[in-house]
């Protein structure tokens, strides 16, 4: 298995705070993406990075934030949490755009 | 029209059964694809890459039609622990970062 984990695994928060997902590779992949998986919903790019400092938005973008100071670190934040937030996320990471994407155990967020 | 397209199933089929599932892309220049396991609550995880000439790995098999722009995957001989959804994903043309996941197809292997 891809060296990826992801932290915390499983969060509730109130709406209103801000939260903070962690992904951590061992990989040394220069690729790292952020997805939330939802019922009825295929999974959907939040953000994505293509090396240190290097980040641009996916297709659902809004509320959330990324960094990206190391390679092996991607983290996604929720500036302001909603109910519409809460979703499974997962970080994923890749060696080329194109190439087979490998994902971690995902994070599982609810918002109350 | 949706740019990954799977049917949801389930498909419910008994151990030993051979069953196939399709996944329709939208766009013809599209370049790599892949298929992904997914077991419930978890991670989706690689179940095989789709090449031009096709690819087998056991008892998977999984073929590219380009002209008629779907993906198939074939599992012979089916298990009980081949209940999943699978997922269809496809890149689009070189030099963007998105990956265009299906929605899945749901088997259900029963004893």
């Known amino acids: 298995d891809a060296g990826i984990t992801q932290s915390p695994r499983h969060k509730v928060t109130e709406t209103g705070t801000p939260v903070t997902l962690r992904c951590h590779q061992t990989?040394?992949?220069?690729?790292m993406y952020w997805y939330r998986q939802d019922p009825g919903h295929g999974l959907r790019l939040i953000h994505y990075s293509y090396g240190v400092k290097d980040t641009d938005k996916g297709e659902v973008s809004d509320g959330y934030s990324v960094s990206r100071s190391k390679t092996e670190d991607f983290l996604l934040t929720l500036e302001s949490a909603t109910s519409s937030q809460t979703s499974v996320y997962f970080c994923a990471i890749s060696d080329g755009t194109g190439l087979e994407q490998y994902f971690g155990p995902g994070t599982r967020l609810t918002v109350t | 029209r949706k740019e990954v397209e799977q049917d949801p199933g389930p498909f419910n089929v008994p151990e030993g059964a051979t069953v196939a599932f399709n996944c329709t892309y939208s766009?013809?220049?599209?370049?790599?694809f892949f298929w992904y396991r997914q077991d419930c609550r978890k991670e989706p995880k690689l179940l095989m890459s789709v090449y031009s000439s096709g690819n087998e790995d056991g008892r998977f098999t999984a073929q590219l039609n380009r002209a008629s722009q779907y993906i198939s995957l074939l599992i012979r001989d089916s298990k009980l622990s081949d209940s999943a959804t699978y997922l269809c994903v496809v890149t689009p043309p070189t030099g963007t970062y998105k990956y265009i996941f299906g929605t899945g197809t749901r088997l259900k292997v029963l004893a």
């Open positions: 990989e040394n992949h220069r690729y």
């Open positions: 766009n013809s220049a599209s370049q790599s």
